[in-house]
């Protein structure tokens, strides 16, 4: 009952959800106290909607910005309270007492002051918002950029003006109920005081000193960087915030490419959420403003994702521009007709040629290039089952995409009937449950199923739990436990959060990483993904959201994998272990096989999953399993040779179409001097002191 209300009301948590019910239910309840009248009464209501609205604010409640929608945000209700206040004043026959006036007179400049705070903390986040951010760049040294005002001044700024009534409310009530104004004109004083220095204190942060340079002279500093580090392949990418996992897996390629890297970003949120990195970044939401940067010595420009915002970066002549897109799998978004704008399609295999061929979306075959998958390094090949450690199977399905494509995601039709038959498997397996990030953002049919799924397998886990044919090293988990509180505690230093991280001109000014704590907190990464493995014991089921573990960590630690036509089952096939996808539309073994070039040497689930048994047959006995060499067969014409690695591919396709831009851009200079020399040898030919004629001469007759 309380998990249906939790979801209907979109909160997260029993907290969270009697929170909104005493908020929700506490104005009504101020109504009733100031209509009976009860001082005491409306004391304790008062303090429930405050504490209530405090703590769902703190928590982002959902609730909070419904309430906003809908005429009720956070002014209305403390001003209904202040109202209900005057109400009960009222009522209590102090209508005529000084109290009453000073009360009325109090919460009229209290609003007052509410419009010159409101103004300055926008004028001052407005002035502080830089044309472009940035991370890696050194604009400190060519440009003066202050420090941040305190946090306290802006963070919840209007929930903390807000709250200054406090003191006037308290006051009004004591002196409400002991009959004496004193109070009341204490708690107005306190009130009106201090609301007054807070608008004070936020004056000096709107000029001079106080705030970074204009855009112009930013904008300068920034080309000027450019012109100094010259950079000559930069990773193009924008979407949303929660696209940024599609920039974030070319982070650690870029880092190691033999040019000179550069990220552009277009959108804040997306640099908000950007994985550490030593590549200098740079993040320019102004379209005018990118189009007006100096790229001049760029030669490649690689793109992740099919977006309207690329024709800003297209439409740079001198730039080759490439489609690396952000996985390689059978899905329609794979051969996008929109990759005819690139120069070039990079593709992982001689799967991705075939597929434009098959598509005939316009992409040539020439100007398709196979690289390799440089970021499948970390994924280990199997070697079997460890002794003493039953199977693990990763299930790891896709959204369900903006179409409503049946055939998109198993969760909606499959997801339920593919983890009971594995958490109810004889012998048994280890099931965890990694769903795409975007689950259920379009089909609430697919957020219902994957909370139906997540139910099944966080009961199929403490049943396990209390079964004592399983036993757990309860000491070695505490110990990898502590592990994992000491990592986080470090890494959490090492991003410096916890700490006043000051705002983004701040984090432009101080984004220069450090390259020795970098390191190290990929070293401690490392380490927390062994501890939190270890943090529990190796047949216990788990729903594994978020960034942490990341997917390729589920796949390492797993021994067989169930999943979707998506990027996920190619990134698989590069560890050679057993796996399933399911035909959720129903097309057939034959044809879903003849579509989808990646399950040709998969199981091929049905939505009632009744073909498991095959893929956990191969996890237990590998030797008689049938699909172990389609799989290597496949590996190889998905994601091409093992040698040269993908990043040998890799840097190698970027030098030579950096070769091509710089042959096309010498070739492009060569004509213009041509033309500019042909020009001056006509000026030069010309009879001496006779004008070369232009459009609109008259051969010398007049016109008048």
């Known amino acids: ?319 080759k521009h490439v489609f690396i897109g952000h996985g390689d799998s059978d899905k329609l978004a794979s051969v996008n007709p929109y990759s005819k704008v690139y120069d070039e399609v990079w593709t992982a295999g001689r799967a991705g040629r075939d597929r434009y061929a098959i598509a005939d979306v316009g992409v040539r075959d020439d100007d398709i290039v196979e690289v390799g998958r440089p970021q499948l390094a970390p994924i280990q ?58 689950t259920g953002n379009v089909s609430k049919e697919a957020g219902a199923a994957h909370r139906r799924i997540t139910a099944l397998v966080q009961k199929a886990a403490a049943e396990r739990a209390i079964n004592p044919r399983f036993v757990a090293d309860t000491a070695a988990q505490a110990e990898a436990k502590a592990e994992l509180s000491r990592i986080e505690a470090r890494l959490a230093q090492l991003s410096g959060s916890g700490g006043d991280r000051g705002d983004e001109a701040v984090a432009t000014r101080d984004g220069l990483i450090d390259v020795a704590r970098h390191e190290e907190a990929a070293r401690l990464r490392a380490e927390w993904n062994d501890a939190y493995w270890r943090s529990f014991p190796s047949w216990e089921h788990r729903v594994i959201t978020g960034a942490e573990p990341r997917l390729y960590d589920c796949f390492n630690v797993s021994d067989a994998m169930v999943s979707d036509i998506s990027s996920v089952v190619s990134d698989f096939i590069a560890s050679g272990k057993p796996y399933a996808v399911t035909d959720s539309a129903g097309v057939g073994v034959d044809e879903f096989k003849r579509n989808n070039t990646a399950v040709r040497a998969a199981v091929i689930l049905s939505n009632s999953a009744a073909e498991l048994g095959e893929l956990l047959g191969a996890v237990r006995a590998p030797d008689a399993d049938p699909l172990a060499e389609d799989r290597k067969e496949l590996k190889r014409y998905l994601l091409g040779p093992d040698e040269p690695t993908s990043l040998e591919q890799f840097n190698t396709a970027v030098a030579n179409l950096a070769l091509k831009a710089e042959t096309r851009n010498v070739g492009q200079q060569t004509r213009d001097a041509a033309a500019l020399a042909e020009s001056e040898a006509e000026l030069a030919n010309a009879v001496p002191g006779q004008r070369v004629p232009t459009a609109g001469d008259t051969d010398g007759v007049g016109t008048g």
Not at 400 to 410: C, F, V
Not at 430 to 436: D, I, N, T
């Open 1 to 319: 009952m309380i998990s249906t209300a939790i979801r209907v009301a979109r909160v997260g948590s029993a907290a969270e959800l009697a929170a909104a019910v005493l908020m929700v239910a506490g104005f009504p309840a101020l109504m009733l106290a100031a209509l009976v009248p009860s001082v005491p009464a409306f004391a304790a209501a008062a303090a429930v909607t405050y504490l209530a609205d405090h703590y769902l604010h703190r928590k982002g409640s959902y609730l909070i910005n419904r309430l906003g929608k809908v005429r009720a945000g956070l002014s209305i209700r403390f001003l209904i309270r202040q109202l209900l206040l005057v109400l009960l004043l009222a009522r209590l026959s102090l209508a005529d007492n000084l109290i009453y006036y000073g009360a009325i007179a109090c919460f009229i400049a209290f609003y007052g002051l509410q419009a010159p705070h409101g103004a300055l903390v926008q004028l001052i986040r407005n002035r502080r918002r830089m044309p472009v951010a940035t991370r890696n760049v050194d604009l400190a040294s060519r440009i003066r950029i202050p420090d941040a005002p305190p946090r306290r001044l802006l963070h919840r700024s209007a929930e903390k003006m807000l709250h200054l009534d406090l003191a006037a409310v308290v006051g009004i009530l004591v002196a409400a109920q002991v009959k004496s104004a004193l109070f009341g004109f204490i708690g107005i004083g306190v009130t009106v005081a201090v609301a007054t220095l807070y608008v004070l204190a936020l004056v000096p942060y709107v000029r001079g000193r106080k705030i970074p340079p204009k855009a112009e002279k930013v904008l300068a500093a920034v080309d000027d960087w450019l012109g100094e580090y010259k950079p000559e392949t930069v990773l193009y990418f924008s979407g949303s915030k929660d696209s940024a996992y599609q920039v974030n897996m070319w982070l650690d390629t870029m880092e190691k490419l033999d040019s000179k890297p550069l990220i552009i970003l277009r959108e804040r949120a997306i640099l908000n959420n950007l994985a550490p990195t030593t590549v200098p970044v740079i993040c320019v939401p102004g379209g005018v403003h990118l189009m007006n940067m100096d790229l001049s010595t760029v030669r490649v420009a690689l793109y992740a994702a099919n977006v309207g915002k690329n024709i800003h970066m297209l439409r740079v002549p001198t730039i």
């Open 381 to 438: 090949t199997w070697q079997g089952v460890p002794e003493g450690r039953i199977p693990t199977v990763l299930y790891a399905p896709t959204w369900e995409g903006w179409d409503g494509n049946p055939g998109n995601t198993s969760v909606v039709l499959a997801g339920e009937n593919i983890v009971k038959q594995l958490v109810q498997a004889d012998p048994p397996v280890r099931v965890l449950y990694k769903p795409h990030p975007f």
